[in-house]
């Protein structure tokens, strides 16, 4: 083997060899960032599982520990739905009111369509409740709807038990009593299925106050009976039994049995306005309409909310017990007032609906599936179904039909109006244009008159020229005011005879403007202008534009005069229109 075949040899395994190592320190780069990153998402997973650990207990410190995790390093969508769905307990949890889905929403898209049933009722119970931060009652329900029906699927009960409390809440606020009261009982029932007493007593009390609402004592009684069996109680759930078992007690109990519930709940050193107005009650069943009116007064001027329904309620059947029929009325229209508006509320709302449809949506997903499963049992109804949409076919094209016809009448009519507003318009600033013509004519006649009178030294021929403009004028103005074209005969013809002759005309007009604007022509004069010249500014001062001067002269000459004009008045070609510096001249002058 020679010498340059054996470097050449060398030379190709050593880029074998560099290719090989470059490989490898690929694939070891690539292991490190792989096990760099796992270990660190083992360590946010870490910091998420801690933090879920805590939310139920210690809401505050599993904030903390979420506030620490930086958003950026969660690459996967089930981190970021994860992330987003405990920040969302923990916001609701420390009492932080969020009225925007920024922060739930990676969960939202994640976790409702491919989250376990657990995520799933998760993220809508959060879901609803910023809905009912935003005042959104409608969504919030719907929402709250959507987690009930995956519950049966779920493990967790405390969510689940939430969410009956919040649907109750909502029913309450929409004068729902039975559904309050329903999803109430159920709240209570789940809570008391995980030893959560504290919970399951206040739920049992929100669904005593529906059944007393409801006159349901059967249901009361029950509940009622449930309710006494608890033990440890704090004081402000025996103070609320205590409130809860007055009305009771006013809407169920003997005369005997509301005296001695008035005797309690009158030595109570603090009551709140709703345990007030259940005592005015009270008195108001005894018949002590006094105590009932002292009962009311306090409530009135305690500067404390309180329900304003259930006061005029009781007000009413105070006034009409002691005989004051006015303000019984007065106060019966006002209560009939805001019952007829809740009555007109629970007719808009789509409370029951919203289940009724969502109900309505999983009965017809079975449906679909036992369709599928019998198909070949429908050939029959297919072939109808086939024509009914052949049918409806034809008739939603006939509809079309008749509507863009009705559109296209439309719009021609549109188009018509439009039209016609147009020529009015257009016909009323002629008219407006008119009129300020034919001031300017008056005017114009006046001063020509004017200016005879006081200027006697003027030459003839330049008093003669304002006379015949003049009496021309007059002609002009009397066709514009009487509208004869027999007047602006005289006017047109005298037109044609001065235009017709151009020297004569330019003479006339450079003199018109010499009596009515001296400075104005002693301005050119001063400049060097010949009178040629001063005549051909005047045409401009008259209105016209430079390619109808150059016409009316019939010279081709006119460029080189402008060009003249211009080095006078020491106007650049390009700086500004003659004509416009003419009139602008004009004004000024």
């Known amino acids: 083997m020679d010498t340059s075949s054996h470097n050449a040899a060398i030379s190709t395994g050593s880029r074998h060899i560099i290719s090989l190592l470059s490989r490898l320190y690929i694939l070891i780069s690539l292991s490190l960032i792989f096990s760099m990153s796992s270990c660190y998402n083992h360590v946010e997973n870490k910091a998420l599982d801690h933090a879920e650990a805590l939310m139920e207990t210690h809401p505050d ?94 493990s967790d009960s405390l969510v689940i038990a939430r969410t009956y409390v919040s649907l109750g809440y909502l029913y309450h606020d929409f004068y729902h009593f039975d559904s309050y009261t329903d999803n109430y009982l159920k709240a209570a029932d789940t809570y008391k299925g995980v030893s959560r007493k504290d919970y399951e007593f206040d739920c049992l009390l929100n669904a005593l106050n ?30 609320l039994l205590k409130d809860y078992m007055l009305s009771y007690t006013i809407e ?21 306005t709703n345990a007030v107005m259940n005592l005015a ?42 005989g004051n029929y006015k303000e019984a009325l007065s106060t019966y229209f006002d209560f009939n007032r805001i019952t007829n508006s809740i009555d007109a509320l629970k007719f808009n709302q789509t409370v029951r609906s919203i289940e009724e449809k969502n109900q309505i949506e999983l009965k017809a997903q079975a449906d679909a599936e036992l369709k599928s499963r019998i198909i070949w049992m429908c050939i029959g109804g297919i072939i109808i179904l086939t024509l009914g949409i052949f049918i409806l076919l034809l008739i939603v094209r006939n509809n079309r039909t008749k509507k863009e016809l009705a559109l296209h009448k439309a719009r021609t009519t549109a188009l018509e109006n439009e039209r016609l507003k147009s020529e009015r318009d257009k016909k009323a600033l002629e008219a407006e244009n008119l009129t300020h013509r034919v001031e300017q004519l008056e005017n114009e006649s ?33 066709g514009y005011i009487t509208d004869n074209d027999q007047y602006i005969k005289p006017y047109d013809a005298w037109v044609r005879e001065l235009t017709d002759d151009t020297d004569g ?47 009316y002269m019939k010279k081709r000459s006119y460029v080189n005069i402008s060009s003249a004009i211009r080095k006078k008045l020491g106007i650049d070609k390009h700086e500004t229109n003659i004509g416009i510096y003419v009139r602008k001249l004009l004004k000024e002058l």
């Open 61 to 154: 410190s599993a904030m903390a520990i979420l506030e620490t995790i930086d958003q950026a390093t969660l690459y996967s969508k089930p981190a970021q739905a994860r992330y987003a769905l405990l920040m969302s307990m923990a916001l609701d949890k420390n009492y932080i009111d969020t009225t925007d889905f920024k922060v739930l929403q990676p969960a939202i898209d994640y976790y409702l369509s491919k989250g376990t049933p657990n995520e799933k009722l998760r993220t809508y119970y959060y879901q609803g409740r910023i809905f009912q931060n935003q005042g959104d009652r409608d969504n919030a329900l719907n929402t709250f709807a959507k987690a009930i029906d995956v519950a049966p699927q779920c």
């Open 210 to 239: 529906g059944t007393i609402i409801l006159s349901d004592k059967s249901r009361a009684d029950s509940i009622l009976n449930l309710c006494t069996g608890f033990d440890e109680l704090s004081e402000e759930q025996r103070y």
């Open 252 to 272: 169920f109990g003997s005369d005997d049995e509301i005296r001695k519930a008035i005797d309690y709940h009158v030595n109570l050193l603090e009551l709140d």
């Open 281 to 322: 009650l009270a008195y108001n069943k005894l018949g002590d309409n006094d105590k009932a009116r002292q009962m009311l007064n306090h409530v009135n001027k305690s500067g404390i909310e309180y329900d304003t329904l259930k006061y005029q309620a009781i007000s009413c059947t105070v006034y009409k017990d002691i």
């Open 446 to 478: 006046e001063n020509l008159k004017q200016l005879l009178e006081s200027q006697q030294e003027l030459p003839q021929e330049i008093r003669d020229v304002i006379r015949i403009r003049i009496e021309m004028l007059n002609s002009l103005l009397a």
């Open 505 to 551: 005309f330019m003479d006339n007009n450079r003199q018109a403007f010499q009596v009515s604007h001296p400075r104005f022509i002693q301005y050119f004069e001063d400049h060097g202008l010949t009178i040629k010249e001063i005549n051909y500014v005047c045409l401009y001062a008259i209105g016209l534009r430079g390619k109808e001067v150059g016409n």
